[in-house]
Nanobody, 120 residues
Framework: QVRLLESGGGLVQSGESLRLSCEAS????????MAWYRQVPGNERELVAR???????NYADSVKGRFTISSNIASKTVYLQMDGLNPEDTAVYYC??????????????WGQGTQVTVSS
């Protein structure tokens, strides 16, 4: 069974940094892409950043220049380095992965979420 385990959330002050990590485990063929989403109560979950197996990244406009997504294929881990945090970044951050459990199929999996709170 594929699982995504997140870590690294917490409480920081405005302007500080945090690094989130997400490790995929379980039996599967390959990881096609990994991403970070975030959600504030009452709002829809939104894409923050994504990286695919070729290393191509894309970011939400609101985090460009402040957040960096990276991945380590060998360790099946994706990271989100968040610098210059501000209170508007406060949310539950979710790891998402497009994983092929076997040839010819793929599914999207979600982590349990990690809280990031930025105080002003």
């Amino acid at each position: 069974q594929v699982r995504l385990l997140e870590s690294g959330g917490g409480l920081v002050q405005s302007g500080e940094s945090l690094r989130l990590s997400c490790e995929a485990s379980g039996g599967f063929l390959r990881i096609n892409s990994m991403a970070w989403y975030r959600q504030v109560p009452g709002n829809e979950r939104e894409l923050v950043a994504r990286v695919n197996s070729a290393g191509t990244t894309n970011y939400a406009d609101s985090v460009k220049g402040r957040f960096t997504i990276s991945s380590n294929i060998a360790s099946k881990t994706v990271y989100l380095q968040m610098d210059g945090l501000n209170p508007e970044d406060t949310a539950v951050y979710y790891c998402n992965a497009n994983i092929a459990p076997r040839a010819g199929s793929f599914f999207y999996y979600w982590g349990q979420g990690t809280q990031v709170t930025v105080s002003s």
